[in-house]
């Protein structure tokens, strides 16, 4: 059978009918639509002012000429890269999200899609590649549905086949797929991860954030994976390759995932990989569903961690530096989780030498987790269990954790302050 070929237009002539107050959502991550974002970018004076509603945003989407000409409107979900710059200039508004509620929230208000899928197969079927924590409910909601068109997206398994009927329009992509490259681990996190890999349960299904210390965990559990029976959810980067392969070795395979981020290399992997299976933020993130996972554990990042356990991680000193994402569903989860745990992993000080344990958040902070939510926070100088313990034992349980240097500080401050 001949694959059917989509009819191709220029991204261009694809947005040129938009109607002022169109409602936009653009794909996420490593599907995110550049060829698509850079047209909608290169709209000048006199186009209709739409709205655009975007994720983690990944590569340079050239949007700000579009803002400067009065013609887009920008709010995100989860600040990053190109987006994190122009809200600080002022030119995109936050939106605090769980992701679990884009579907409800963002896309069943949206009147265009855009997205990036592989080319169709001999049946008609397209691939969403690495992203599919929301994309196929946007294709279902969206009165509109621009696809950009790449060849080297990956063929995934689960959730990821897109029929070429549910596409109204076909661009080209002109882009390279964006990347996400991992962190390298310094020694504070190689020593966070292992304290971590130490308290998790033989058995256990971890969802891993993004970042050194995320990174540095992956690699930590690889090495035992077999032998405790662990397992890994949510999202799938270059450094839990040789996780996802360890569990797949043992016979427990496919891997659940949202999201695939990371490097070309990362995407060579993945195409055609039985190992990996990708599922919507509903299957994945929700907490209902993870609440079905015994011994699930999340083990989330942060910027701070004051002495009462709030964890502040989308802001510093007052300014937005990511989002909620799916930290606060896999935390839910994990509490509803027969034998979970809810875990924060921080090195204890910044880059600049600033304690990341503080007796109290800055005024303009947000607090991305309560301090009912959290059950052990982790840093390089130990594990503070905050489940079950009293605020003073938390008080010293938390110091105990902050660099040596910094303790006598925040033991002052809390004292002047009465924590």
Not at 56 to 81: F, K, M, N, Q, Y
Not at 219 to 243: C, F, K, N, Q
Request: proline share 6%.
């Amino acid at each position: 059978m001949t694959a059917p070929t989509p009819d191709f237009v220029p991204a261009a002539d694809a947005l040129a009918d938009l109607v002022a107050g169109s409602r936009i959502v653009a794909g996420n991550a490593c599907g995110t639509p550049l060829s698509l974002l850079r047209a909608l970018g290169e709209r000048g004076p006199g186009a209709p002012r739409v709205a655009l509603t975007v994720g983690l945003t990944l590569g340079d989407p050239g949007l700000r000429p579009a803002v400067a000409a009065g013609t887009l409107g920008i709010r995100s979900w989860h600040v990053h890269g190109d987006i994190r710059a122009m809200h600080r200039d002022g030119l995109v508004d936050y939106l605090p999200l769980r992701l679990v509620d884009v579907p409800r929230v963002v896309l069943a208000h949206a009147d265009v899609a855009l997205v990036r899928l592989g080319p169709p197969d001999a049946d008609g079927y397209c691939s969403l590649g690495p992203s599919a924590s929301f994309t196929r409910d946007a294709i279902r909601l969206a009165d509109l549905v621009i696809a950009e068109i790449a060849d080297d997206v990956p063929r995934t398994a689960g959730d990821s086949r897109v029929h070429v009927s549910e596409i109204d329009r076909f661009v080209a992509s002109t882009v390279e797929m964006p990347r996400y490259e991992p962190s390298e681990p310094t020694a504070s996190a190689i020593t966070v991860a292992r304290l971590v890999g130490g308290v998790i349960p033989e058995g256990a299904t971890v969802q891993l954030g993004i970042g050194a210390i995320g990174d540095a965990l992956a690699a930590e559990l690889s090495r035992t994976a077999a032998e405790r029976s662990l397992r890994v959810h949510g999202m799938i980067s270059d450094p839990m390759v040789p996780l996802v392969e360890a569990i797949a070795a043992r016979g427990d395979a496919p891997v659940q995932a949202v999201e695939l981020l990371g490097s070309a290399e990362l995407m060579a992997w993945a195409d055609g990989n039985a190992a990996i299976e990708m599922r919507d933020s509903q299957s994945v993130h929700h907490p209902a569903a993870i609440a079905g996972i015994p011994s699930f554990v999340s083990v989330n990042s942060a910027v701070a961690v004051d002495l009462r356990g709030q964890v502040v991680a989308e802001t510093v000193r007052g300014g937005v530096i990511s989002g909620v994402g799916g930290s606060a569903d896999f935390s839910e989860g994990a509490h509803l989780s027969p034998g979970g745990m809810r875990m924060i992993a921080l090195a204890s000080t910044t880059a600049k030498g600033h304690s990341t344990i503080v007796a109290t958040h800055g005024a303009g902070d947000l607090v991305t987790a309560a301090h009912h939510s959290v059950d052990a926070v982790v840093t390089e100088h130990g594990v503070a269990w905050l489940r079950g313990r009293t605020v003073a034992e938390r008080r010293a349980n938390l110091i105990a954790v902050a660099a040596p240097e910094h303790r006598d500080a925040i033991a002052a401050a809390a004292a002047s302050l009465r924590i």
